[in-house]
């Protein structure tokens, strides 16, 4: 499940919810946008995916552009109990 292209479409709440996918690609965006931001730089309440991941079982690939936006993406995650 592209965490982004979910978020963008008004669909990743109700895929969440029914455990669509095991494997997730974690990154942020803004509004309509599909940027690969840090996580924590958009607008994606990752709160909620970090819940349904763990209640399915799902692994997560962070997908930015940069090295430093990957630790930080992951830093944040773990904030949420990913990782």
Same mark, same amino acid.
């Given at each position: 499940? $592209?965490?982004? *292209?979910? *978020?963008? #479409? =008004?669909?990743?709440? &109700?895929?969440?919810? $029914?455990?669509?996918?095991? /494997?997730? !690609?974690? /990154? $942020?965006?803004? =509004? @309509? ?6 996580? =924590? &730089? ?11 991941? !763990?209640?399915?079982?799902? %692994? =997560?690939?962070? $997908? ?6 990957? /630790? #930080?993406?992951? %830093?944040?995650? %773990? *904030?949420?109990? @990913?990782?």
């Amino acid at each position: 499940l $592209d965490i982004g *292209h979910a *978020h963008v #479409n =008004g669909c990743l709440p &109700q895929f969440l919810h $029914d455990g669509a996918s095991r /494997y997730h !690609y974690l /990154y $942020d965006c803004k =509004g @309509i946008s599909e940027a690969h931001l840090e996580i =924590g &730089q958009g607008s994606i309440h990752f709160a909620p995916v970090a819940t349904a991941m !763990y209640a399915h079982g799902a %692994r =997560g690939v962070v $997908d930015v552009p940069t090295y430093r936006g990957a /630790y #930080n993406s992951i %830093r944040a995650l %773990r *904030h949420f109990g @990913i990782g």
